[in-house]
């Protein structure tokens, strides 16, 4: 149903070039054309101080031969403006096409990527009527670096990385997001019961730099149960913050749980750079149509423009959004559901916001964007993210063995020992070959499920020993001469007397 | 409220030796032992042809020094039973110790994580009353091998394995399992948008697999996708499979949802061994107190009973449990929510289902389970898993590269770039070094934010040709005499022509 909203009650303000600020723009694949010509329109009517500059990505740029989907100009625009509104792109299926979105928010150090969820019940249907929370994941890192390895016949490989920097970047984002944001709660959630070393950093940081943030409330939850109290019970929450897979899961259930994935925008952030966008994808099957709802694209334009200092701006048109979810002005995704009348296609949807600006909604609370502070130095982005954290002074680092990873297509450990063990090397002796993980030399049982793809640990001949560089490459040249087809290594060190390595299970 | 259920109209069964299945028994930590000993009471009332042994694991052994929270006699006896019926159990916080669970389902093999999620509306409150799925998690590999190193002052690493037999093990039995239980669809769920290798197997194994099983509908959903729609739409969902991680998460999430975790056990399939538990922690906080609800652990009972072919006994007590979920005897877990009287401490409750062996659900849909088929050889554990996939023909194999990652506490890829050049080797030239996965050299962007852990690619010299084994071991021999701190390799491989190694991000 048309709405009869009054005419709006706040002229644009006129932009000049002196106060436009450059961003750059890219329309993308699928409907991403179209919801970023509607969004653009809202954003003209409302008064936006931008310059915007369009630069294409994507599928095109894929299929013209950059197996990165972007091209040198685009990185060189990116870079300048420091600012970028993007529509969804397409991935093209096959090919062994690099994710675009990872190769960008790596690139240009997008650390934290923001992604409120919020119901907007009863005019948006949900289960969850009160959710009003925000996932700030990291976006870097973790299993996203995307280092695979196919080792053996059987055995194929991904690193999962986690750094100190990365997690102090993230969380003190997280941080400081809250305090701006009058949120109350950072929960952080992890898999540390497991993976001791590399969740386990996540979660130290997180203690380490909460307690700089004594007003706000703090919880840690293990990823499994966090995931599932998320999913039952989302109005417990408050901001997240999270390691990148994870934080990929909750906000995918995060946005669900609202009623439509079609609402939310998000943002990544870095300390140079920052991109806006919505959350959903390019969804080729209704391109062209002309009936998208651009809202996710929108809000995503929200977030751009306090991220620019235009919180007065950004308030307006999120108000004037709200207006219209008030006002049962919707667009083909949310039809059904007892709504009246015909939907809205993506330009009129655009046009029913721009009626409304100047508008505050009556019953969903209305939002109030407050700019963030300026810049601390001008070579950052406005409003950017914290600066990178100072590197540490090294810690006192002890090479004490290797594990040797050997493709070995037997069955038998105690031969593959053997054979090991008949190379060899004065300064390193074996000590336990594990298969998966799982110790099965010394003493190894019949049970354990053995594939191609060995872990064999050598250690210093004289027990506590350090060892040197030199000893692992003639170790290596020792395995290689006896015919044995070492694929990997893994040195095994000290930190400060720190073991810095996992036992093998059953060790 | 104590119902006024009539007499059983069954007698138990009077177990005779000749007939009695040996299994071991692991009373646990925490309410373990409450809950242990109230489903045994069930067990033997009901008649189950069982000869239960008592091993000892958990907390007390951690504590005795066995870092691995088991002892040698215990491994005998689970050997020897190839049954075993486990109490939850407590691992100490600190000092590093490895997850037993973990060791456990490792060692033996125990490849299979199955767990019925299924909702009892409306005798137990859920927004979701019409649930009734069955993850099928991988239980072995993926990040769970607990390898971990920390390689620099800043970066830890953890490996994420896939295996193709992992793979095809899962797959199989997820398959298998829908064909002997009346399941009609199988989901998988994977990352493999981002992890193409890894998670790109898993997916293609299940691809390969699920032509065998034309009767069964499939479908492939990304992790992120399918947790939000298993979050908010669970009903949909029958029978899912997916790599270990994300079964962890998508476990608790469907537990969850059902309303209550304290309801529902899970079955760890091996080729050899089964285990069965309940799919909670051992409450410590409540432990001691005769009030921790067994029904978790129960009806993991009941899942060893199929296993071990007493498909009577089984279906009598799942019938006889789901009349007290109906005539509302509670314990004090599922205290509230409109229920009215005391809630039953856990041998009560155990009494209340002994005084309904025999009779069946009217509202709930009564269970009847079937045996499986005999084992094929009398070394397999009855009703054991598929065996092990036969090893295939190697691929034809060829060694065309290296990545060499440095521990470099620098900031210019172009100065490390330089350092690895001056190294000489005749058969091997420095091509890309990335940071985090991205490439930074050469034509890095100064934006990427970098850590001090590099990652640098040395392919052979002669475009596209292959290397010896001997000229790696040559080239880190070169580097760590120029004193370059390499603290890891992965070797570069083709299999069969086809690459085995991801490009960098950017590259």
Redesign the interface.
């Known amino acids: 149903m048309k709405s009869d909203a009054p005419t709006p009650l706040l002229a644009a303000a006129d932009p000049t070039p002196a106060t436009a600020v450059p961003i750059t723009v890219a329309h993308g694949d699928g409907i991403g054309p179209e919801i970023m010509q509607a969004t653009l329109k809202v954003l003209a009517a409302a008064g936006a101080r931008i310059a915007p500059e369009t630069i294409d990505i994507g599928e095109k740029l894929y299929r013209a031969g950059h ?2 989907g972007i091209a040198p100009e685009a ?1 060189e625009s990116l ?1 300048r403006t420091k600012v970028f509104l993007k529509s969804p792109i397409t ?1 093209p299926q096959g090919g ?1 096409y ?2 675009l979105n ?2 960008i928010r ?4 997008l ?1 934290a990527n923001v992604r409120p969820c919020v119901s907007y019940a009863p005019f948006v249907a949900t ?1 969850h009527p009160k959710m009003d929370l925000v996932i700030v994941r990291e976006n ?2 973790d ?9 053996t ?14 997690c102090e ?1 993230i969380v003190r984002y997280a941080f400081e997001y809250a305090r701006a944001n009058g949120r109350r709660k950072v929960t952080c959630m992890t ?1 540390d ?6 969740d386990g ?1 996540f979660h130290r940081v997180f203690d380490e730099i909460r307690a700089e943030y004594p007003e706000i409330e703090t919880d840690h939850m293990i ?3 966090g ?6 019970r989302p109005e417990q929450f408050d901001v997240i913050v999270t390691p990148n ?2 934080g ?2 909750l ?3 995060a ?3 609202t009623g439509s ?1 079609g609402l939310a925008g998000s943002a990544n952030i ?4 920052a991109m806006f966008e919505a959350i959903h994808g390019s969804a080729p099957d209704i391109a062209g149509q002309g009936i998208a709802n651009p809202s996710g694209l929108l809000l995503g334009a929200v977030m751009m423009l306090v991220h620019i200092r235009q919180a007065d701006i950004a308030t307006r048109i999120h108000n004037a959004w709200l207006c219209t979810l008030e006002d049962g002005v919707f667009t083909a995704d949310l039809a059904g559901a007892g709504r009246v009348g015909r939907p809205f296609g993506s330009m009129d949807f655009a046009d029913a916001i721009i009626e409304r600006l100047g508008r505050l909604p009556t019953k969903l609370k209305p939002v109030q964007y407050q700019n963030p502070a300026a810049p601390a130095t001008p070579t950052e982005a406005p409003a950017g993210g914290a600066a ?1 954290p100072a ?2 002074p ?2 006192r ?1 002890a090479l004490v063995g290797v ?1 040797v990873f050997v ?1 070995f ?1 037997g069955h038998s450990a105690d031969a593959l020992a053997a054979r090991l063990q008949s190379c060899p090397s004065a300064a390193l002796r074996l000590q336990m070959i ?1 298969n ?3 110790k099965v030399w010394p003493g190894g ?1 019949p ?3 053995c ?3 060995w ?1 064999c640990r050598f250690v210093a001949s004289e027990s506590g020993g350090q060892v040197a ?2 000893a ?2 003639d170790l ?2 020792a395995l ?2 006896a015919g044995i ?9 000290t ?1 400060d007397g720190e073991q ?8």
Chains 1, 2 share one sequence.
């Open positions: 197996s990165s990185w870079r991935t062994g690099k994710s990872v190769t790596k690139t240009l150090g650390y289960r870097e890192e299993l996203y670096a995307g280092i695979e390895h196919r080792q016949d059987e055995v194929f490989q991904c690193l999962k990385l986690i750094t100190r920097p990365g970047k898999k019961n497991i993976m001791k070393m590399t950093l990823i499994d149960i995931a599932a109290r998320l999913a039952t897979l994870y990929d899961i906000s995918d259930i946005a669900e749980l994935v870095g300390e140079h750079v990178a590197r540490r090294a810690a680092k594990d493709h297509s594990t998966r993980g799982v049982f049970e354990t499920f594939t191609d793809h872990r560089a030199r692992i490459v290596l040249g290689t001469d087809d070492v694929i990997k290594t893994e040195n095994l060190c930190f810095g390595f996992a036992l093998g299970q059953g060790q």
